[in-house]
Nanobody, 117 residues
Framework: QVQLVESGGGLVQAGGSLRLSCAAS???????MAWFRQAAGKEREFVAR????????TYADSVKGRFTISKDNAKNTLYLQMNSLKPEDTAVYYC???????????WGQGTQVTVSS
């Protein structure tokens, strides 16, 4: 059974940092993994993605220069280092794996990030 389990969310003041983790189990993912987020009352949006080797990363313009996606293949874990957090970064953050033409096949349950001003 494939599982993605996020952790590391919480409440932080603006300008602070958090590091999210996404532990994958059930299989090793051979393609891109990604982070998405969904703020209350808004649609889910792309945050960042990384290829299997970690050599290729892509970021949403809104987080570029502040967030860093990485992964540890030995631990089958995906990370998102978030620095210089802003109140508009408040959202539930989800990790995803196995991209399809219609989206991603596997999703975690999400972890709440709240940034206070």
């Amino acid at each position: 059974q494939v599982q993605l389990v996020e952790s590391g969310g919480g409440l932080v003041q603006a300008g602070g940092s958090l590091r999210l983790s996404c532990a994958a189990s059930g299989r090793t993912f051979g393609s891109y993994m990604a982070w998405f987020r969904q703020a209350a009352g808004k649609e889910r949006e792309f945050v960042a993605r990384i290829n299997r080797s970690g050599s290729l990363t892509t970021y949403a313009d809104s987080v570029k220069g502040r967030f860093t996606i990485s992964k540890d293949n030995a631990k089958n874990t995906l990370y998102l280092q978030m620095n210089s957090l802003k109140p508009e970064d408040t959202a539930v953050y989800y990790c995803a794996a196995d991209p399809l033409s219609s989206g991603y096949k596997y999703w975690g349950q999400g972890t709440q990030v709240t940034v206070s001003s």
